[in-house]
């Protein structure tokens, strides 16, 4: 069955450092993929997205992934975290099944940001 | 332009009963998804409405039902409340049926506690 996985539930950098969160998936064809943010309280606002081509996505608020068929993976970076980045982090996927099409989230990572 | 909006934002019912959720999608989309938010299970897909019509339905019980108006409008509906029920229920809108690389934009969330 298809799946998605963010492996680390809480991620904690200081501002101003890099930042990279992880995803993989499992699926027998590419999928398309998504990343999304939500603050306390909020609901989930798009920051990038994948779909074909070039396998670097610029997104909103400074953020790229980068999609690795290789490795079923499709990780977020940040050069420079800002405090204001700290929020809750969800990986999607798109799968495609007999003309259905059932949005998978992974789990989600916490990003904290410390001053 | 006004976005996705959900209400109430905050419900607290006792089990048994029964709730009734609503979204308005944002103007000129026609497709409403439906999903729940845990900390246990995370971001899980209940349904998507497009043209008054159930497109897809992920696996929840049938508890949680759903209908779309004419105007595009959805609700939720969940019956025979029970404590597992507790969530953030979120609404998402696109403008064409929700598909692999359909943008979807979501609702604020409406918090439902079940006492």
């Known amino acids: 069955a298809q799946s998605v996985t963010q492996p680390d539930i809480h991620i904690t950098v200081s501002e101003g450092a890099s930042l990279e969160l992880r995803c993989n998936y499992s699926?027998?064809?590419?999928?398309?993929l998504f990343w999304y943010v939500q603050s306390p309280g909020q609901g989930l606002q798009l920051l990038l997205k994948?779909?074909?081509?070039?396998?670097l996505v610029q997104g909103i608020k400074g953020f790229e992934a980068e999609f690795k068929r290789s490795q079923s993976s499709f990780n977020l970076r940040k050069p420079s975290v800002h405090w204001s980045d700290a929020a809750e982090y969800f990986c999607?996927?798109?799968?495609?099944?007999?003309?259905?099409?059932?949005?998978?989230f992974g789990r989600g990572t916490s990003l904290i940001v410390h001053p | 332009k006004a976005g996705v909006t959900q209400t109430p934002r905050y419900l607290i019912k006792t089990r048994g009963q029964q709730v009734t959720l609503s979204c308005s999608p944002i103007?000129?989309?026609?497709?409403v998804s439906w999903y729940q938010q845990t900390p246990g299970q995370g971001l899980q897909f209940l349904f998507e409405?497009?043209?008054?019509?159930?497109?897809n339905k992920g696996n929840f019980p049938g508890r949680f039902s759903g209908r779309q108006f004419s105007n595009s409008r959805s609700e939720m509906n969940v019956s025979t409340l029970e404590l597992g029920d507790s969530a953030l229920y979120l609404c998402?809108?696109?403008?064409?049926?929700?598909?692999?690389?359909?943008?979807?934009?979501f609702g604020q969330g409406t918090r439902l506690t079940v006492v």
């Open positions: 998402a809108s696109s403008l064409v049926p929700a598909g692999s690389n359909t943008e979807a934009f």
């Open positions: 699926y027998g064809a590419t999928p398309y």
């Open positions: 994948y779909f074909s081509g070039d396998t």
């Open positions: 999607a996927v798109g799968f495609s099944s007999g003309g259905s099409y059932i949005p998978t």
């Open positions: 103007s000129g989309h026609r497709s």
């Open positions: 409405y497009f043209s008054e019509t159930q497109r």
